[in-house]
């Protein structure tokens, strides 16, 4: 087989992932109402956030291998289907665009909680999909008053995903040297937010 080109599977992905994911492994979704989609029409586009599970799992290993130009190993995906709240695949009218998955850390009697991935497929990007997703993930914190920070790794170079997290609150607080091995440039900013002080 030769290389396959990742721009044609960004554009077919979606209805991939909508096609093997049926509505019993889709399990419980809240919902969000976004502005009118991108054609001007009257259609309401619906935001969902739905769990992660053994039924729908491989659907977020496929996501991840379009969107992160690292590859993610078995323990990850096998923590993903435990962390509840903190992990979430996010639908845009039933299809699979993107997902955030996050692990909640205790440093003596507080929690950090570390962003691992965020992430939407390019024709869904500025739709509001990543912004429900960071702000879900928000709202949980805000609920454990135990929880003092959230934060993530952002590569330097890229400048979009940064504006994105500051609109959050979110702040460069250092810079990592070679924290990426496969990918250039390999340093990347820690992002943080200081949470119920």
């Known amino acids: 087989?030769?290389?396959?080109?990742t721009a044609n599977i960004v554009l077919y992905a979606p209805g991939f992932?909508?096609?093997?994911?049926?509505?019993?492994?889709?399990?419980p979704r809240q919902q969000a109402r976004t502005?009118?989609?991108?054609?001007?029409?009257?259609?309401?586009?619906k935001i969902d956030l739905g769990e992660i599970n053994r039924h729908n799992v491989k659907q977020l290993r496929l996501l991840n291998s379009i969107l992160f130009p690292v590859a993610y190993n078995d323990k990850f995906y096998?923590?993903?289907?435990?962390?509840?709240?903190?992990?979430?695949?996010?639908?845009?009218?039933?299809?699979?665009?993107?997902?955030?998955?996050?692990?909640?850390?205790?440093e003596g009697c507080i929690k950090k909680v570390y962003v691992?991935?965020?992430?939407?497929?390019?024709?869904?990007?500025?739709?509001?999909?990543?912004?429900?997703?960071?702000?879900?993930?928000?709202?949980?914190?805000?609920?454990d008053s135990s929880i003092k920070e959230i934060r993530l790794h952002v590569q330097v170079s890229n400048d979009e995903a940064l504006e994105f997290y500051k609109k959050f609150g979110f702040a460069i607080t250092e810079t990592t040297k070679g924290y990426y091995k496969r990918i250039s440039p390999p340093d990347a900013h820690v992002v943080t937010k200081a949470l119920n002080a």
């Open 1 to 5: 087989m030769g290389k396959v080109n």
């Open 116 to 143: 691992m991935t965020l992430g939407v497929l390019s024709p869904y990007r500025r739709l509001g999909v990543g912004a429900h997703m960071i702000q879900h993930i928000l709202d949980q914190c805000e609920k």
């Open 78 to 106: 096998e923590s993903v289907q435990t962390a509840g709240e903190f992990a979430k695949l996010a639908f845009y009218d039933d299809v699979i665009v993107g997902a955030v998955c996050c692990r909640v850390v205790k």
């Open 17 to 27: 992932l909508s096609f093997f994911c049926s509505a019993s492994q889709r399990a």
């Open 35 to 45: 502005k009118p989609n991108t054609c001007h029409t009257m259609t309401v586009a």
